[in-house]
């Protein structure tokens, strides 16, 4: 079946630490999304990429760093300049970059700082 | 600069009672709309979608909703709601891709309770 893989569904994080939450699609879709969810604020937007070896920054970029190597692949970082990390993180594809395509979820990570 | 308000934040139903959510949003020019839906500890699920066309569109699970331009609303309905819908509901506004990848703008969503 297509779809969207995130891992791990949780992780744990000290302080100070790097973490990279994983993001594979074989829908072969072209555009890719990463999306911070916290409680009674929606989705934001951290990071999109139109295709391979591309990306834009979002709403929210700051503390977060991503990459596009392969299509089927876009990996998110959260450092440790992210002040506030505890979050639920979303990933998502959509056929073309066009907000009028329709956004594939992935069931998400939950991120914890301790 | 597209956005999207969901005035209830949260809304209480009876099972077999009918359900509106509420949607309005800003934006430019002719808008793409959408309704997702999501369970707890889950990702987000399309339910319907509005690019064109009739006003009333149908999604699954037995939900639509009608975009109503001239009140900037795109509100969804269930005649009669099952005790699995409960769940978080979010309306997303986007547009057409213009050389650079347009993007979704979500609303803070509508937490749905359904009671026996």
């Known amino acids: 079946d297509g779809g969207i893989t995130q891992s791990p569904k949780y992780l744990f994080r000290k302080e100070g630490q790097n973490v990279t939450l994983s993001c594979e699609q074989n829908?072969?879709?072209?555009?890719m999304y990463w999306y911070r969810q916290d409680p009674g604020q929606g989705l934001r937007l951290i990071y999109y990429?139109?295709?391979?070896?591309?990306?834009q920054k979002g709403d929210i970029a700051e503390g977060y760093s991503v990459s596009r190597e392969k299509k089927e692949s876009f990996p998110l970082t959260v450092t440790s300049a992210q002040k506030n990390p505890t979050a639920f993180y979303l990933c998502?594809?959509?056929?073309?970059?066009?907000?009028?395509?329709?956004?594939?979820f992935g069931p998400g990570t939950r991120l914890t700082v301790l | 600069a597209q956005s999207v308000t969901q005035p209830d934040i949260h809304i209480t139903v009876s099972e077999g009672a009918s359900l509106e959510l509420r949607c309005n949003y800003s934006?430019?020019?002719?808008?793409?709309l959408f309704w997702y839906v999501q369970s707890p500890g889950q990702g987000l699920q399309l339910l319907l979608k509005?690019?064109?066309?009739?006003?009333l569109v149908q999604g699954i699970k037995g939900f639509e909703a009608e975009f109503k331009r001239s009140q900037s609303s795109f509100n969804l309905r269930k005649p009669s709601v099952h005790w699995s819908d409960a769940a978080e509901y979010f309306c997303?506004?986007?547009?057409?891709?213009?050389?650079?990848?347009?993007?979704?703008?979500f609303g803070t969503g509508t937490r749905l309770q359904v009671t026996l």
């Open positions: 990429s139109q295709i391979v070896n591309d990306f």
């Open positions: 509005y690019f064109s066309g009739d006003t």
């Open positions: 997303a506004v986007g547009g057409e891709y213009t050389g650079t990848a347009s993007k979704l703008t």
């Open positions: 934006y430019g020019a002719t808008p793409y």
């Open positions: 829908l072969n879709h072209d555009a």
């Open positions: 998502a594809s959509s056929l073309y970059p066009s907000g009028g395509n329709e956004q594939f």
